[in-house]
């Protein structure tokens, strides 16, 4: 009898092995494919917002195909190679933009305050894993690369910044990469834009990622050939990430860099709206936190405004919360930020 209970025991177990294989394996179409376009270093919440990618890349939710960076400078670049080091993913390659809009002035460049951060020998507070930042490549030349490698409808481009790389995308000749236009490669390769810009409570609102680059948000908004979701601002102020936690919820890191970049960004404590946020979610997580306006068309003013109009053959949308959603979002966000990533365990 000790026999047959043993067999049976034995064969449970290499079918349940079998269901889990499968499980994992049907999983693994699920894995998103990401990439990342951030104006980090203007407003921490690009910050926050990376920190749930490598989360989200930790429970193998995604593929980090790039960080695409369209703030100028050295210093957005060596922070994002610093996050990479230290989350555990170095191998994610960085895009630049060169000769893009002006923001420098615009917030104080917490990057660049944690980039040039010590420890108490005087040697930098954070490894880095590249050695030169100046000869990166352009994002709108990585894009290319990374989309001629996708597979058909499979990319899902999260835009937290400024449009200036994503109309340099489109406007992109064939190459070595490909024999599309930019254009045409979108439309063959990406599935969805999500987007954190625009505000469709205020119509008289000039959102900041909208006003910075008018000319691009507009084409991006009315001529992107695949569907695009927008987080506008009025969510992200809804839903505001409390310093408090920053201060409290990581003792387990003496040194973290998107603490230390939060700490920079403003006197402390403060709470922080989290647009970015919010876009990220949305990419990753999908529409169950969120309410989902019906299909339509986005137009931008030239003076920036984001004007929706319903339509039910148009392929824009963007996201709204009530009170109890965002709530529920604030929550997740911090059980997601606190906790330790799995390469620091």
């Known amino acids: ?55 989200y890349l930790d429970e193998g939710k ?10 100028e400078g ?40 944690v980039v040039m ?18 000869s990166l490549p352009d994002a709108h030349i990585l894009y290319r690369k990374l989309l001629s490698e996708a597979e ?20 992109t000749p064939a190459d070595e990469y490909s024999d599309l236009t930019g254009k045409e490669l979108v439309a063959k390769k990406v599935k969805l834009l999500v987007t954190m810009a625009g505000n469709f409570e205020d119509p008289d609102f000039h ?5 910075k680059d008018i000319p691009a948000a507009k084409v991006i908004f009315e001529e992107w050939p695949t569907p695009v979701v927008t987080s506008p601002f009025e969510i992200g102020i809804k839903i ?24 920079a960004y403003q006197p402390m404590p403060y709470d922080r709206p989290t647009w970015d946020l919010t876009a990220v979610l949305y990419a990753v997580e999908g529409e169950s936190w969120f309410k989902v306006s019906p299909a339509g068309e986005i137009k931008v003013t030239e003076a920036g405004s984001t004007l929706f109009t319903e339509n039910e053959n148009g392929t ?30």
């Open 207 to 211: 959102e900041y990622n909208v006003v």
């Open 240 to 263: 505001q990430y409390p310093g408090s936690s920053i201060e409290n919820d990581f003792g387990w890191a003496p040194m973290h860099p998107v603490v230390e970049g939060y700490k």
């Open 316 to 345: 824009r949308r963007y996201l709204s919360v009530d009170a109890a959603q965002a709530d529920s979002i604030k929550t997740h966000f911090i059980g997601m930020i606190t906790s330790i990533p799995e390469k620091r365990k």
């Open 74 to 113: 050295q210093a957005p670049a060596e922070y994002v190679d610093i996050l990479n080091t230290w989350y555990g993913y170095p191998e994610i390659p960085i895009g630049v933009i060169r000769d893009g809009a002006d923001c420098e002035d615009d917030a104080i460049n917490y990057a660049k305050a």
């Open 1 to 55: 009898m000790k026999k047959i209970a043993l067999s049976i025991a034995l064969l449970a177990a290499l079918l349940a092995g079998c269901r889990n294989d499968k499980k994992e394996a049907a999983s693994d179409s699920d894995v998103i494919n990401i990439i990342m376009e951030t104006d980090i270093g203007n407003d921490v919440d690009d910050a926050l917002a990376m920190d749930l990618l490598y989360k």
């Open 117 to 134: 951060l010590k420890d108490s020998a005087g040697a930098p507070a954070f490894a880095r894993t590249l050695q030169e930042y100046d």
């Open 152 to 171: 058909d409808h499979s990319v899902v481009i999260t835009s937290v910044g400024f449009s200036t790389n994503l109309i340099r995308l489109l406007e």
């Open 62 to 71: 995604i593929n980090l195909l790039a960080v695409n960076i369209n703030k």
